[in-house]
């Protein structure tokens, strides 16, 4: 099995993180989660931040540095974890690929519902200085 490449993209904003309910059918559904998606056939890691948060939320970033990775817990993809600079105020949810968006603490993330145990681990680090 090929392992495939993909981002997630981290924004920060007084203390919380945007965190995103996946709309998609399928595994990841209503799965709250930071931006993510895959790296396009020749394209970079910074490209597919870029890409990913125009598409998802049409929002425009400034990928800042990569934080961390770790695999997905099906273990088909490696996601590159990205800190980004929001550079515009505008957020244009897209239907197909979210059903709402919050700016959450970690301290309020696991009352969210349903968030991936990579995701948690993350957002824990990041919250204590660890990261």
């Given at each position: 099995?090929?392992?495939?490449?993909?981002?997630?993209?981290?924004?920060?904003?007084?203390?919380?993180?945007?965190?995103i309910?996946?709309?998609?059918?399928g595994q990841?559904?209503d799965?709250?989660?930071?931006?993510?998606g895959?790296?396009?056939?020749?394209?970079?890691?910074?490209?597919?931040?870029m890409?990913?948060?125009?598409?998802?939320?049409g929002?425009?970033?400034?990928?800042?540095?990569?934080?961390?990775?770790?695999?997905?817990?099906?273990?088909?993809?490696?996601?590159?974890?990205?800190y980004?600079?929001?550079?515009?105020?505008?957020?244009?949810?897209?239907?197909?690929?979210?059903?709402?968006?919050?700016?959450?603490r970690?301290e309020?993330?696991?009352?969210?519902?349903?968030?991936?145990?990579?995701?948690?681990s993350?957002?824990?680090?990041?919250?204590?200085?660890?990261?």
């Amino acid at each position: 099995m090929v392992i495939k490449d993909a981002v997630a993209v981290v924004l920060e904003k007084n203390g919380t993180f945007l965190l995103i309910k996946r709309a998609k059918k399928g595994q990841a559904e209503d799965y709250w989660c930071p931006i993510t998606g895959a790296v396009e056939p020749g394209e970079t890691q910074a490209e597919a931040v870029m890409r990913e948060a125009r598409e998802e939320m049409g929002l425009n970033v400034r990928p800042v540095k990569k934080m961390w990775q770790c695999y997905t817990e099906d273990k088909q993809y490696l996601i590159h974890w990205w800190y980004a600079e929001q550079l515009n105020t505008v957020v244009t949810p897209n239907p197909e690929e979210v059903k709402e968006y919050r700016w959450v603490r970690f301290e309020d993330m696991q009352k969210l519902g349903k968030m991936f145990t990579a995701d948690l681990s993350f957002f824990k680090k990041s919250a204590d200085g660890s990261m």
